[in-house]
């Protein structure tokens, strides 16, 4: 038998006790478990590579600029594209002459404006002669850096330029005696900034667009009334009226206080005296107003791309978090009535349990205005109390001064006012409207919408 398995094994027969896996592999009467290594079996070619390998050769084009951003007209992005022709020299002091009759005088790089000089246009009268448009920096052409941009209609820009449109921090003086001073994007005055009006009031808040957008407040300097509102649109929703002097929200601090000083004192010398306001009769107005707020917030974060950008910086909270404040204060001092209310060594415990970074700036600042509102004979923080310093809460720069509307450039701002506006030669800002040609304040329907 075994003679027998040897001679079936050495013909390569099968003795039924063998791996169907097994193979012989030739005369040497070897076997192998495993495929060959040496001669591997070809994979089929992927479909998308041989169609790339089968199309014709694609050449590599040059990149193409990209896309601006700006919104602005090929005549005000390029006043000076055409036959450019000039004494001028790279990096010297040149003359330009573009077709459309413009001149550029300054300096020169490779026949476009590069530095500092000014562009006179045409004047539209058919006399001839020329007036001048914009003095500032330029860089290849394009109104690049801190310039100053006249206008037709007599209203003058002064502030930063990125390719040719107001970009950054700058301030417009209106024809009527108003002037914006603060951010600047995409041409448009969009981010944080203050608004002086010609009557003497004042706006300092958050704009979108060349509108009033989110918290607010309005200084009405000749009511001696300080408006803190919601706005959309440039219209406000909801807000608080306050005497100017009231320093419960929004207090009066550098140049506002000096301005709100020296018209107190104009009134008094006059025999004008501003009415006090009555007080409020609901038992907690600030529950009703934070309600109203919430649904205001957010309309914003479920609008556009751009309010959601609003809602995000303006350093105020989201209705979500104004919720959940709410609701953790709700939970931990068992109510909102009138009769409850939270110590301040709670207030921590309850920031965490609203979803507040405890160790963020933010949340810092907001403590310690929750710690002022605290009752001075319970020494508990009620709910009325809480929700006023939730709803008006902004968060701020901690190196600029509370109520400042600018900080250290305010004064600057003013001073430029008072020389842009004293035109008959009469000192000083605010004086008497009818002597300066200003609106009064009934004749200006964006503080009679405001004051109301």
């Keep these: 038998m075994g003679d027998t398995a040897r001679f079936n094994e050495g013909y390569g027969q099968s003795t039924g006790d063998e791996s169907p896996s097994r ?7 070897t076997y192998t478990d495993v495929p060959s290594t040496k001669y591997q079996e070809r994979e089929a070619v992927n479909k998308v590579t041989l169609r790339r390998a089968q199309s ?9 600029p990209a896309a601006r951003s700006w919104n602005s007209t090929a005549k005000e992005r390029n006043p000076l594209t055409s036959c450019l022709t000039g004494p001028g020299r790279a990096g010297k002091y040149g003359e330009l002459i573009a077709q459309s009759g413009s001149r550029y005088e300054g300096e020169v790089l490779a026949g476009r404006p590069h530095g500092v000089g000014k562009l006179f246009v045409p004047k539209g009268n058919g006399k001839g002669g020329f007036t001048l448009e914009y003095e500032g920096e330029w860089a290849q052409g394009t109104k690049v850096g801190t310039g100053t941009r006249y206008y037709p209609n007599g209203e003058t820009y002064s502030g930063d330029f990125v390719t040719n449109v107001r970009h950054g921090r700058g301030r417009y003086f209106f024809a009527n005696g108003d002037m914006y001073a603060g951010d600047w994007l995409d041409d448009k005055r969009t981010g944080h900034g203050t608004y002086y009006y010609a009557n003497g009031d004042i706006f300092t808040g958050n704009f979108n667009k060349d509108c009033k957008e989110g918290m607010g407040t309005l200084y009405m300097m000749n009511r001696q009334r300080k408006y803190v509102a919601e706005y959309v649109k440039g219209q406000p929703k909801c807000g608080t009226m306050l005497d100017l002097d009231d320093e419960d929200l929004e207090p009066l601090r550098g140049q506002l206080k000096a301005l709100a000083l020296q018209k107190q004192l104009d009134m008094a010398a006059s025999g004008l005296a501003a009415r006090r306001l009555p007080e409020i009769e609901l038992l907690q107005p600030n ?31 989201s209705d979500k978090e104004i919720e959940m404040l709410r609701h953790s204060y709700t939970l931990m001092a068992g109510g909102d009535d009138t009769k409850v209310g939270l110590l301040p060594h709670q207030l921590r415990e309850l920031c965490v349990m609203a979803g507040l970074d405890p160790a963020a700036e933010a949340t810092r600042q907001l403590v310690e205005l929750m710690l002022l509102r605290r009752n001075e004979k319970t020494g508990r923080i009620h709910f009325d109390e809480f929700m006023k310093v939730v709803i008006h809460f902004q968060e701020m720069d901690p190196d600029t001064e509370l109520g400042d509307p600018e900080g250290e450039d305010n004064e600057e701002f003013v001073d430029e006012t008072e020389i842009y506006q004293d035109d008959d030669g009469d000192e000083g800002v605010y004086e008497d409207e009818t002597d300066l040609g200003m609106p009064s304040v009934a004749e200006d329907p964006v503080n009679e919408q405001e004051g109301q």
């Design 23 to 29: 193979r012989m592999t030739g005369r040497s009467h």
């Design 287 to 317: 529950k009703v107003l934070g309600e109203q707020l919430v649904g205001v917030r957010k309309g914003r974060t479920e609008g556009t791309k751009d309010l959601k950008a609003v809602q995000g910086n303006s350093g105020s909270l």
């Design 56 to 64: 014709p050769p694609r050449p590599t084009l040059p990149r193409r």
